[in-house]
């Protein structure tokens, strides 16, 4: 039982890891909170079964496919709602994320219909079901294997194109100060780009896993996995990145442990209020620095 | 700018006093079917609702995602106070006021200090949590079943040996909502031409200023918050019992979305413009209600619009359809100052 639940909390908790990522990420570079990342997620979903059954393409084509469409869509996103509103109050695009967070939902709706779709599971492969480690009853499966192991890839990557890359090194500038960077060379309207795309690519990805495995997928999916991953993020301290990922796990095991042994039924609300408290009491989070008191918000 | 047509009257009085009459005489009107009436007053509660919210966001300046939260408190208080105790509805009107103003405050007494963002995102978990807490308690709630059953508003004078009058079809409730919007306005009215209402414009404006004019931030901060909750409470006690049915689904976020857009389309902080918005937001939601299945949709899909609406208006028209100056002044702020830094900062790309 507790091994189990130690292994459904690390699963989901690495996915939440990977949206809580994209809103730090955001956050960093232009402070903003992108409440449509959410839906990013849920549309790298659809891409993918979209992908698979129509076009009949096959998983480890679809998955990377669905990510460089979610990275379009992001980009697209900041060019067509945020980038005009760039010197705006901070209420104008928070007000416009959550219209385009909306609008892209009930966008899918229509495309997609409202009821929840299954992931066609012959396109997985058949492998996945088949138990991979067993140990203290738990057994894991490949997809268990599967969904952790491109998890910590990706992050490690991230890391690292964070860390050595000259995006990253133009990111981390832009996060620190747009105007200096600017000042410095860096086109920061690109890097803002590149941000959302990595941002939207790695969303993607979390949807195309969480849509394979709970085998369900439906427009509205994205707007309770991006208030969890978001809490992540605040818990990880917004705007740290090894801290979203933390913040990401942590809060998956403790939905895990709380919906085990508390309440299943209060399962979401775990997240709300691990948000609501660490925002009272430690509003910098595990790995944030002080939030510096923004110019007032409207 | 009013040009005064008669020597008494301004054409503005003009206007409200014709409304007013026409608001009274309405439901006698031909060609106004229970239907028609149904949908005005549902435009009188998202008034009073939207006017409640607009405090937060209009008046200080403060985005409230969670404002659905208090409607749900305000509506359960009413219902269950019925359901259980039976309390007529004019003894539960101060009790939800209370109830919601409560909530208000222990909610926004420790998340009112934080920064715009923070204090959203905390307001929208308040309001998943209120909905999960219906949902869930269902020794309390009935939970999704709902809460069937409330009784319909009634005037009760048998105490004093009158007779017992059930409110029954909408023309009752219409007059009760139209009752509540007056009172409403007034006192939205009043608020904002008191010392209250002086010192939120000062803290929207400008914070550092207001602290040195010597406002408590917390402090006015809190009172918006508990007011605004406070009428969001009464909003959904009046419609406990207008629809004499609850369930934890019509308190989702997607309602505090809608009064936000409200507020966003008619003009945040103008009074008048929200109530245009109300109207405007409800009357385009039924007739979508109506058009959408027709294109084989689902009615839910009308939030599209709602969304599109609040990105335009941010884009095009950020202080809303009536816009008040200081509101329009801070949305094209950093504008103008875009245009300038441009050439310094080489921010084209």
Known sequence: ?298 | MDKPISPNLTRGAKIRIGLLILALVLPVLPLVSDYLLHIIILIFLYMILSLGLNIVPGFNGLLDLGYVGFYGIGAYTSGLLTYHFGLSYWVIIPLAFINGAIWGILLGAPTLRLTGDYFAIVTFGFSELVVLFLTNEIWLTRGPLGLPGIDVVSIDLTLFGGPKWEFVGEVPYYYLALCMVLVTVFVMYRIQDSRLGRAWFAIRDDEVAAVSCGINLLTYKVIAFAISAAFGAVGGSFFARWVTFLSPDMFKFWESFLILCMIVLGGMGNIWGVMIGAALLVSLSEVLREILPLFGLPAEVRFLAFGLIMVLMMRYRPAGMLPIPAVAAQMRAGRTKRKKEKPVAGLKS
């Open chain 1, 1 to 298: 039982m507790f091994l189990q639940q130690l292994v459904n909390g690390l699963v989901i908790g690495g996915i939440y890891a990977m949206i809580a990522v994209g809103y730090t990420m955001i956050y960093g570079v232009i402070q903003l909170i992108n409440f449509a990342h959410g839906e990013i997620y849920m549309l790298g979903a659809f891409f993918a079964i979209t992908f698979i059954s129509f076009l009949s393409l096959p998983f480890y084509v679809a998955f990377p496919l669905s990510m460089a469409c979610c990275a379009i869509c992001g980009v697209l996103l900041d060019i067509v709602a945020y980038r005009p509103l760039r010197r705006s109050p901070r209420l104008a695009a928070l007000i416009t994320a959550i219209g385009m967070s909306i609008f892209l939902q009930n966008l899918a709706m229509i495309i997609w219909g409202s009821r929840p779709k299954p992931f066609p599971q012959e396109a997985l492969p058949a492998y996945f079901d088949t138990t991979a480690v067993s140990f203290g009853g738990v057994n894991l499966s490949w997809f268990h294997i599967f969904i952790f192991g491109l998890t910590l890839v990706m992050m490690i990557g991230l890391n690292l194109i964070i860390k050595k890359t000259r995006w990253g090194k133009a990111m981390r500038a832009v996060a620190q100060n747009q105007t200096m960077a600017a000042l410095a060379g860096i086109n920061v309207n690109r890097v803002i780009s590149y941000t959302f795309a990595l941002a939207g690519a790695l969303g993607g990805a979390a949807g195309i896993m969480v849509g394979a495995y709970y085998n369900s997928i439906y427009p509205t999916m994205g707007y309770v996995a991006g208030v969890k991953a978001f809490a992540a993020a605040v818990l990880g301290g917004i705007g740290s990145v090894p801290g979203a990922m933390l913040g990401g796990v942590v809060l998956g095991v403790a939905e895990a442990f709380g919906a085990g042994y508390l309440s299943s039924l209060y399962r979401d609300g775990i997240s709300y209020a691990v948000m609501i408290i660490v925002i009272i009491l430690i509003p910098a989070g595990l790995f944030g620095r002080v939030l510096k008191e923004t110019k007032k918000s409207m």
